[in-house]
């Protein structure tokens, strides 16, 4: 496959005005290195602007002057870049080397450690504020998963005032989960979320800790000889599941349900990457329970696991592994399917000598694709059980290759390893094969697999900064966590076979003390954007396909993890940007419009509808001091429409979403199911 050059993408910022002193709101399209400034104005609040060129500096300045006096904010750059202001004047700035925020520094952390503050919750569904239109068709749940509690007053009291100890989460990972519901329907939103994570809370609040974390401080730790004899390998019967969503999860078996029967209640099922499962309802979102992977079927056994399983729409099946710790590490490959309701079958074990930390993995038509990056578990996996953290159970080995295991689908069999340069990498994007002709004329595959790549994982750890840092995340380009926090869309290229490999040998070799960098084929990649993509999604039509075009992602820079959403033409490289100053975007979702859908009912991919639909997004408005549902046209990346909640609620910052679409499943006929709220029905 040829692969074109890739073009630099600079950074632009525009300025997010306080509504409550301009009235004016300034968003930013950002389209093939081009930035438009797009205004939209409250006529009802007095307002000057100024845009002018401050050429001594090559640099864009944009000034707005309100009721209330004037902020300034400057954008920059890179070469060839160029700037477009609402009344068509065009800059070409010389250079790029960073974005200044508004001239008062503190404003800019305090607004995005909003998305590090505690929520407040909803269980009553209520109706959001409406900006623009929602499609019609846009009709279904958007579900949001993370923390929503990062401060947490205890019974425990100080010493030297007698007043309770307040515990502070340090890092994201840790913060109590908080499930969020966004329903839409006919142009409206109505939200309500709810915490699922209350007997963790209950401890907390009684110990001060937490009795397993991913990096929260513990405190004072027991003697390793009394560790010793307290370590387990068993699956804790509750956990802090705040990760991935997965809504309608087929064949889970609840705690009311007989063995080997699937359940027809639907499902929702929170999920970590961890072998812990927490079944929700899906309208209240009450928790039904904690369940496993081996409660479903015995011959599931491990304890780590990912939190983002794989589904073939085509088949009907989900797949997952679990990592079963011990002097040699068993990685189980399994798969669950109408096909096989009593539980589900084992696919492939694939003996290691590390167990890397695996967070999402790849799915082709024919193959299962792990890749194993040299972010491997302490002693074999059960460091955990004496540390009770995971990020402190985790150690980077950097002169170790990062290995692509590969298992057949059809063969039920792991059939070959790869292996390339390290790195580390949270999610993948896609995954595909194309047929190819070998020299002697036979057939062959290539796989290919999409991911967002970084070098060594300091990510992790230095996430915590950003909750726990007094000064919110570090100011300027290129220096401090925000910098580590940049992947790059990485396409990984191998075959399948290579004659001097057998599957035997491959197998044999992934165990032995002599497999070294060297002893696997290479895998091959190329980069396919700039530095920033996370998080990303693609239409569910074009899963495992080669022909797609299209990932949604959110998208970083030196500054700051999150603060745009894109859509990356991963044929092209071209990337087009939505962005709003003092804005934050989470997770994307693609919503297929109904044609769309309809066209890809055979299971073909249809270039043309790839990006028919819209991409919703939970957004985090820093100067405004709320959070909103972003709507965009998914072709032109263009708003469409917001629902906002009221000033001073928050959506904390969170990690994964899901939507449920009410064009593809059943909508259920339940009490209060998408009901108007209270105080309107009191209205009338």
């Known amino acids: 496959m040829a692969h074109p050059g890739i073009p ?24 093939n290195g081009v930035v438009v400034m797009e205004s939209l104005d409250d006529a009802k609040r007095p307002r000057t602007d100024k845009i002018r060129r401050r050429s001594s500096q090559s640099q864009t300045d944009v000034q707005a002057t309100g009721a209330a006096g004037g902020r300034r904010m400057s954008a ?9 202001d609402p009344s068509g004047a065009i800059y070409e700035p010389d250079f790029g080397v960073s974005i200044e925020s508004f001239e008062s520094a503190a404003e800019f952390p305090e607004g995005y450690l909003l998305g590090f503050s505690n929520c407040d919750e909803v269980q009553a569904p209520k109706e959001l504020n409406i900006e623009g239109k929602i ?18 007053e205890t019974e425990l009291q100080q010493e030297d005032s007698g007043a309770h100890k307040v515990v502070e989460i340090d890092h994201w990972f840790d913060g109590f989960s908080l499930l969020h519901r966004f329903e839409v329907e006919k142009g409206k939103v109505y939200y309500r979320n709810r915490f699922t994570s209350e007997t963790q809370e209950k401890t907390m609040k009684e110990t001060g800790t937490l009795p397993l974390s991913f990096a929260q401080s513990q405190g004072p730790t027991e003697t390793f000889f009394k560790k010793i004899f307290q370590v387990t390998l068993d699956v804790p019967k509750e956990f802090n599941v705040n990760v991935s969503v997965t809504p309608r999860f087929p064949l889970f078996l609840g705690p009311d349900v007989p063995p080997g029967q699937p359940t027809t209640r639907p499902i929702l099922l929170a999920k970590t990457d961890a ?41 009907g099946e989900y797949f997952q592994f679990l990592q079963e710790p ?16 009593e539980g589900g079958e084992i696919l492939a074990t694939i003996p290691s000598r590390h167990a890397s930390y695996i967070h999402a993995f790849g799915l082709t038509p024919n193959y299962i694709i792990l890749i194993c990056c040299p972010y491997y578990w302490a002693y074999g996996g059960i460091g955990i059980a004496f ?4 990020a402190s159970a985790l150690e980077w080995h950097g002169n170790t290759p990062t290995y692509f295991h590969v298992v057949d689908r059809r063969l039920k069999k792991h059939v070959a390893t790869y292996e390339s340069d390290p790195f580390f990498f949270f999610h993948t994007i896609n995954a595909f094969e194309e047929p190819v002709k070998t020299a002697d004329g036979s057939s062959d595959v290539n796989l290919t697999v999409d991911l967002c790549a970084y070098p060594p994982p300091s990510a992790i750890q230095q996430i915590t900064s950003y909750r726990a840092g007094a000064q919110g995340p570090p100011r300027g380009p290129a220096r401090g966590p925000a910098s580590t926090l940049l992947g790059s869309l990485r396409n990984w290229l191998w075959a399948r076979r290579d004659s001097s490999v057998t599957a035997e040998a491959v197998i044999d070799a992934s165990v032995s003390s002599k497999a070294t960098a060297g002893t696997y084929p290479r895998a091959t990649f190329e980069i396919r954007s700039g530095p920033g993509p996370e998080l990303p999604v693609i239409s569910p039509f074009a899963a ?51 044609a769309a859908a309809a ?14 639909g819209v991409v919703l997004s939970v957004v985090l408005d820093g100067f405004r001091s709320t959070s909103f549902v972003l709507v965009l046209d998914a072709k032109t990346f263009t708003e469409r429409a917001r629902a906002s909640l009221d000033p001073g609620a928050v959506v904390p910052f969170g990690f994964h979403g899901a939507f449920l679409n009410w064009h593809e499943h059943e909508k259920p006929k339940v009490e209060g199911e998408g009901e108007k709220p209270k105080e309107e029905e009191a209205s009338r």
Request: with cysteine; aromatic share 12%.
């Open 599 to 612: 066209q890809s009912a055979g299971g073909g991919f249809v270039a043309a509808i790839e990006d028919d």
């Open 135 to 152: 499609p019609d068709w846009v009709s279904g749940v958007f579900y949001r998963c993370g923390p929503g509690k990062f401060q947490v």
């Open 76 to 84: 920059f750059r890179a070469p060839g870049m160029t700037v477009a």
């Open 326 to 341: 011990g002097p040699v590490i068993r990685t189980h490959v399994f798969s669950l399917s109408k096909d096989h309701p």
């Open 387 to 390: 540390t009770k953290q995971v």
């Open 8 to 31: 630099t993408i600079g950074f632009a910022g525009a300025a997010m005005m306080d509504a409550a002193t301009t009235g004016r709101r300034t968003s930013v399209l950002v389209k």
């Open 275 to 315: 072998n812990i499962l927490q079944e929700l309802d899906e309208t209240t979102l009450e928790s039904r329970g904690y369940m496993t992977y081996t409660d479903i079927n015995p011959a599931f056994r491990g304890i780590m696991s990912s939190a983002h399983e794989q589904y073939d729409p085509i088949t």
């Open 544 to 594: 495992m396909c080669p022909q797609y075009q299209y990932a949604y992602s959110v998208v970083g820079t030196a500054r700051m993890p999150f603060d745009s959403l894109a859509k990356t033409n991963v044929q092209t490289g071209a990337m087009t940007e939505w962005r709003a100053f003092g804005c934050y975007p989470c997770e994307p979702v693609f919503v297929p419009s109904p």
